[in-house]
């Protein structure tokens, strides 16, 4: 079984930056993983995933304003994000790819508004 623990959300100002980490416990080789987020009356969807060697996708939305890093050794993932919009305001979730499994995070809020 794999946990995912998440921190480092909050409320933000339109232009502001947070930083998103998330830590997976247990022993194992985690393939991919990445942040996604749901805002209210939304589905949810990918903001960017990073790959165990070190391929990163990032969703148009977030290009150039967000960066994804990983930390192998450590099963850390972290998300930088910069130029926060009001449309960035979501429950944003960590995820892991383990094998043919997949794991998900509690989920951390991020507000941004003034």
């Known amino acids: 079984q794999v946990q995912l623990v998440e921190s480092g959300g909050g409320l933000v100002q339109p232009g502001g930056s947070l930083r998103l980490s998330c830590a997976a416990s247990g022993t194992f080789s985690i393939n991919t993983m990445g942040w996604y987020r749901q805002a209210p009356g939304k589905q949810r969807e990918l903001v960017a995933f990073i790959t165990s060697g070190g391929t990163i996708r990032n969703a148009n939305s977030v290009k150039g304003r967000f960066t994804i890093s990983r930390d192998n050794a450590k099963n850390t993932v972290s998300l930088q994000l910069n130029s926060l919009k009001s449309e960035d305001t979501a429950v944003y979730y960590c995820?892991?790819?383990?094998?043919?499994?997949?794991?998900w995070g509690q989920g951390t809020q991020v507000t941004v508004s003034s």
């Open positions: 995820n892991a790819g383990v094998g043919r499994s997949e794991y």
